[in-house]
């Protein structure tokens, strides 16, 4: 069975600084592509990064040069690291195990408030 849980939101004044981690199990993890979306509520969900199988990465623009994604296979986890906190980015942040089109594992999803 398949499980992935994200760890480590909470409240942070703006400008701050939180890691976010998403350890996947009951998965070939070094296969899956892995990524950080975002929602608010009422809006729809968005990606925010994404880490491919060779540590190709890429990311949403508002948050290029503050947000880092990264991924360690030999502990099936992935990495948020986001500096410079705005109160826009205050969401619920789901981790989200992708592998080709149709396999797709998500998270419960972690709180992130940016207090300004």
């Known amino acids: 069975q398949v499980h992935v849980v994200e760890s480590g939101g909470g409240l942070v004044q703006n400008g701050g600084s939180l890691t976010l981690s998403c350890a996947a199990s009951?998965?070939?993890?070094?296969?899956?592509?892995m990524a950080w979306f975002r929602q608010v509520s009422g809006k729809e969900r968005e990606l925010v990064a994404g880490?491919?199988?060779?540590?190709?990465?890429n990311y949403q623009d508002s948050v290029k040069g503050r947000f880092t994604i990264s991924r360690d296979n030999a502990k099936n986890t992935v990495y948020l690291q986001m500096n410079n906190l705005e109160p826009e980015d205050t969401a619920v942040y789901y981790c989200?195990?992708?592998?080709?089109?149709?396999?797709?594992?998500w998270g419960q999803g972690t709180q992130v408030t940016v207090s300004s």
């Open positions: 989200k195990a992708k592998r080709g089109v149709w396999i797709n594992y």
């Open positions: 880490i491919s199988v060779n540590g190709a990465t």
């Open positions: 009951g998965l070939d993890f070094a296969s899956y592509v």
